[in-house]
């Protein structure tokens, strides 16, 4: 059913405004708007290890996970996921300045 009809307003606009209103847009102060997550080497490293512990979840055998990030942040992610305990292998990539990371469940 189209919001006008739903909400009974004569005038398509003011039925429009009415089905926003009642669905919550704009986002009011009770429903925070999100905040966007972090990009760096703990975001980079939280995903494969999310990645890992689905791939674990789902039976895969071996699974292998590839990054190629400028050269400090793989640094990082490789000092993360050796903490967390895989191994991963770290090694340069072809494009300048840049470096290949890769884990296997």
């Not at 209103?21 to 708007?33: E, R, V």
């Not at 979840?57 to 590839?66: F, K, N």
């Not at 050796?82 to 840049?98: D, I, R, T, W, Y």
């Amino acid at each position: 059913m189209f919001p006008v009809v739903a909400t009974g307003a004569p005038n398509p606009d003011l039925g429009l405004t009415a089905a926003a209103l009642a669905i919550g847009y704009p986002p009011s102060s009770d429903h925070p708007t999100p905040v966007p997550k972090p990009y760096g080497a703990e975001a980079l490293a939280r995903q494969i290890l999310d990645a890992v512990a689905r791939c674990r979840a789902l039976g895969h055998r071996d699974p292998s996970i590839t990054l190629t990030r400028p050269t400090a942040v793989v640094e990082g992610v490789h000092m993360l996921l050796l903490q967390a305990g895989l191994q991963p292998e770290m090694k340069p990539a072809a494009v300048g300045g840049c470096s290949v990371i890769t884990v296997r469940g």
